[in-house]
């Protein structure tokens, strides 16, 4: 699996950035797909993250209603649309895939990760 992130930037303080992930090589549809971000002496944290069939979604507190998260199955992309930028969004964001295959039951869940891509909001 591997999976490419892009659109990260320098934007100043109330612009907007789309971030794109694209995936390949899953070999299961059983997808959560996922943002992290991980700023300077920080722990990497979630941001927001989609199931399979994008029907359900999930958000850090911090970014709701600023930032929308979706994906497009026959891209095999997902986006992450930032809107309202802040300071304190500055950060490498990281997209992750957590891939679970079924054969009569679910297996433990795969995870893997991009590369990251920098997103900087200046003041």
């Known amino acids: 699996v591997q999976l490419v992130e892009s659109g990260g930037g320098l934007v100043q303080a109330g612009g907007s950035l789309r971030l794109s992930c694209a995936a390949s090589?899953?070999?299961?549809?059983?997808?959560?797909m996922a943002w992290y971000r991980q700023a300077p002496r920080k722990q990497r944290e979630l941001v927001a993250a989609?199931?399979?069939?994008?029907?359900?979604?999930t958000y850090a507190d911090s970014v709701k209603g600023r930032f929308t998260i979706s994906r497009d199955n026959a891209k095999n992309t997902m986006y992450l649309q930032m809107n309202s930028l802040k300071p304190e969004n500055t950060a490498v964001y990281y997209c992750?895939?957590?891939?679970?295959?079924?054969?009569?039951?679910?297996?433990?869940?795969?995870?893997?990760w991009g590369q990251g891509t920098q997103v900087t909001v200046s003041s």
């Open positions: 992750n895939e957590e891939l679970k295959y079924y054969s009569g039951s679910y297996s433990n869940p795969y995870d893997y």
């Open positions: 090589g899953s070999t299961s549809s059983i997808n959560t």
């Open positions: 989609i199931t399979s069939g994008g029907g359900s979604t």
